[in-house]
């Protein structure tokens, strides 16, 4: 087992090393595919009214005549041992893990990203929670009444909420449950965790929910799906055979077989939503990775897209190695692959 997760992690540290060089080539290189120059990039550091021969000189101090490794090479450093920013007049230190100052605030990207994290990692957690427990709990009933109206009604709740696209269903909640029968906190009213728990559950029972509806549609069709297979294997009729409980044979033996390909689309989902809810944070109007992001990539500003992207490829990662050492719990045999 030890062997394995040793195996687990070096893997995890090779695939993160691949995003970080292939997001940096992206990012560094549309930019003069585009006829951005060194120079380009300098004048968003120092101001379009410095004169040519300043940002000539901050373009030069920055790095931004290097080779491309060169400037990777510089960007990997910085987030382990930190880097000194020579701006000309000033000279800015940017202690690890840096990612480098934003174009925009001229603040350091990695303070900002964590100061954006409790939002999406409150989103995430709560809205994990809530489609976990409805989407296993109409898929199973769904399988166990095959057939019957709770059956087609889940299914059929689980088809609309598969189809609406979270904008929609956002917006209209906000109208219905905030705005007219004011049930809910209107969007942009996030308060952290540590000032109130109860304004903070406020704020974010509308995102839980209407995350939750999207994603336990799917979670029902595929435990349906699963229980509907594993419920006429030939270990379960053994096990009724052997005059266990109804319940027992559904839960123990139906259920837990069918959580196996669960378990790897939760860790995926869960891994994506650390990386920010897009979509959700944008209609509530919620200060997370997500919004944080969509505002990076409006304003090219290439550091912060930089820092949102790899910490959201750092957390799918981890979320995978995470099912893949799960996996080896449940399953012997995968240690072996």
């Known amino acids: 087992m030890i062997t394995y997760i040793i195996r687990r992690l070096f893997a995890a540290v090779v695939l993160l090393f691949i ?22 990039l300098a004048t968003r550091y120092v101001g379009r009214a410095a004169t040519p021969e300043t940002v000539h000189l901050i373009a030069e101090k ?13 960007w990997v450093k910085a987030i382990f041992v930190g880097a000194d920013y020579d701006l000309g007049a000033t000279v800015e230190h940017c202690p690890a893990p840096c990612f480098g100052y934003s174009f925009i605030t001229k603040q350091p990207v990695w303070p900002e990203l964590i100061d954006r994290l409790p939002v999406t990692l409150s989103l995430a957690v709560g809205a994990a929670i809530l489609w976990l ?48 029968l004011d049930w809910t906190a209107p969007g942009g009213s996030y308060t952290p965790f540590t ?22 549609a799917q979670y029902a069709r595929l435990t349906r799906a699963g229980m509907l297979e594993t419920m006429g294997e030939d270990y379960i009729r053994t096990a009724r055979a052997k005059g266990l409980r109804e319940r027992d044979v ?29 979509l959700t944070e944008q209609v509530f109007s919620l200060p997370g ?15 912060k897209v930089l820092g949102v992207t790899l910490m959201a490829a750092f957390f799918v990662v981890v979320a995978n190695l995470i099912v893949d050492l799960l996996y080896a719990v449940v399953d012997p045999r995968v240690r072996l692959g």
Not at 62 to 74: C, N, R
Not at 195 to 205: I, K, R, T, V
């Open 250 to 278: 559904n839960v123990k033996h139906g259920l837990r077989a069918a959580l196996t390909p669960i378990l790897t689309i939760f860790g995926l989902d869960f891994g994506l939503l650390l990386g920010g809810a897009v």
């Open 289 to 303: 990775l997500g919004k944080y992001a969509v505002d990076a990539i409006t304003n090219n500003d290439l550091p």
């Open 133 to 180: 427990l409805l989407g296993l709990s109409i898929g199973t009933l769904s399988a166990l009444r095959r057939g019957s109206f709770l059956d087609r009604a889940a299914m059929t709740f689980s088809l609309a909420g598969v189809s609406l696209p979270i904008f929609f269903t956002g917006m209209v909640s906000l109208l219905v449950f905030s705005y007219t």
């Open 62 to 74: 920055l790095g931004f005549y290097d080779p491309l490794w060169l400037q990777y090479a510089h």
């Open 19 to 40: 995003i970080s060089a292939a997001t940096f080539g992206i990012f560094y290189l549309i930019p003069r595919l585009v006829g951005a120059t060194p120079e380009t």
């Open 195 to 216: 000032e109130s728990p109860s304004e903070w559950a406020y704020a974010l029972l509308l995102p839980w929910l209407v995350l939750a509806l999207q994603f336990s």
